[in-house]
């Protein structure tokens, strides 16, 4: 099994939509979650860690539910700047970091 | 300037070819990572160090090596390329063991082995 799944997508949504990516991780000890955001043939960037109570940025809100082994990503009022990959990571115990595969997000005008 | 670098940005070998891939880091952080990315895989890490006398295989080592010659410089040698080592390659960087720590990315080394 996999360390880290998300559903790749692709997920295509007209401006000014809220979309959700989710995010399931198999390491129940696992000790810090993230969101980075990829554009096409660059480095991933972080776009916000994920703490336990939930947090928002912005347009951006994540939620972590440790029980479950889930992490979400909301994007409220989607703009065609939010097209990219969202990669899902989490940091294990070992203090490696795992990467899902992403979810691709294109917004449409 | 960018807080990590790597060169070269773009190399085009051929089967059986010793390369290096080389990255600096200007953000002090003691640990540095290799990954490769190739379409629909997501990252996968190479090696990794937490400081210049520690290095640790990743989940795919195999055919690869690394040098952490500084705190600040961390190279990936391919000994004996192979068409399948055919990816786009980032070195990152993150601070420490904290649950803040994070992880900052070079802009990628885009390689192709003919």
């Known amino acids: 099994r996999k360390e880290v799944e998300q559903d790749p997508g692709p997920f295509n949504v007209p401006e000014g939509a809220t979309v959700a990516f989710n995010c399931t991780y198999s390491?129940?000890?696992?000790?810090?979650f993230f969101w980075y955001r990829q554009d096409c043939r660059k480095e991933p960037k972080l776009l916000m860690s994920?703490?336990?109570s939930g947090n928002e940025d912005g347009r951006f809100t994540a939620q972590l539910n440790r029980a479950s082994q889930y992490i979400s990503l909301l994007i409220r009022d989607s703009k065609l700047s939010d097209s990219a990959t969202y990669l899902c990571?989490?940091?294990?115990?070992?203090?490696?970091?795992?990467f899902g595969t992403g979810t691709s997000l294109t917004v449409i005008p | 300037d960018a807080d990590v670098t790597q060169t070269p940005r773009n190399r085009i070998t051929k089967t059986g070819k010793r390369i290096m891939l080389e990255c600096s880091q200007t953000?002090?952080?003691?640990?540095m990572y290799w990954y490769r990315q190739d379409p629909g895989l997501g990252l996968q890490l190479i090696y990794y160090?937490?400081?210049?006398?520690?290095?640790n295989k990743g989940e795919i080592s195999d055919g690869y090596s690394v040098s952490r010659q500084a705190q600040a410089k961390f190279s990936l040698s391919l000994e004996s390329a192979i068409p399948n080592q055919t990816a786009l390659y980032f070195c990152?960087?993150?601070?420490?063991?904290?649950?803040?720590?994070?992880?900052?990315f070079g802009p990628g080394t885009r390689l192709t082995v003919l």
């Open positions: 990152a960087t993150s601070d420490g063991p904290s649950d803040a720590d994070t992880q900052y």
């Open positions: 390491n129940s000890a696992s000790q810090s």
């Open positions: 994920v703490y336990s």
């Open positions: 990571v989490v940091k294990s115990t070992g203090n490696q970091f795992y």
């Open positions: 953000k002090g952080h003691d640990r």
């Open positions: 160090s937490f400081d210049v006398k520690d290095i």
